[in-house]
């Protein structure tokens, strides 16, 4: 095994040498620390997409489902991996659940062709990896269900 020695630098210049066990204690409580703190990071990032979707629209009740959005309102949109596609349009998030979301993937752009200012659930919409620049597939739209918060 490696011999170590780490001393501590402090103001008044340094201090002497720690011993070998207490510098294995250090070592072992900061691997250790690591470990939990990237474990801690990984459980609470990776929900499932149901539970996921769950959690953005916690407080919101569900409407009648929709044909069309007007594209003006759509401030940004989230894709729920393998799951729906989120339309945020302020007071109202609409969730569509595309007949081929076997496809959707969280990291892919979503490019979409319209011939109106409304986004339908006749479109189709393409999926760009920026990554790897290649498209990645495609998905046909559903209804669109109405979020809106409990009042």
């Given amino acids: 095994m490696p011999h170590f020695n780490l001393s501590i630098f402090t103001p008044f210049g340094m201090s002497k040498p720690i011993g070998k066990k207490i510098m294995r204690n250090l070592i072992g409580f900061g691997v250790g620390a690591l470990l939990l703190s990237t474990s801690a990071v990984q459980a609470s990032a990776r929900l499932e997409p149901e539970q996921e979707l769950a959690r953005i629209v916690q407080g919101r009740v569900a409407g009648k489902p ?86």
Wanted: with cysteine; aromatic share 10%.
């Fill in 66 to 151: 929709v044909d069309c959005v007007n594209l003006s309102r759509i401030r940004s949109t989230k894709i729920i991996d393998r799951t729906a596609i989120v339309y945020d349009a302020g007071s109202t998030l609409y969730v569509n659940r595309p007949r081929s979301a076997a496809g959707l993937d969280r990291w892919d752009t979503l490019v979409t062709k319209t011939h109106s200012s409304q986004l339908c659930s006749i479109d189709v919409v393409q999926l760009y990896d920026a990554g790897s620049r290649m498209w990645t597939g495609s998905v046909f739209l559903g209804d669109f269900v109405p979020y809106k918060r409990v009042r």
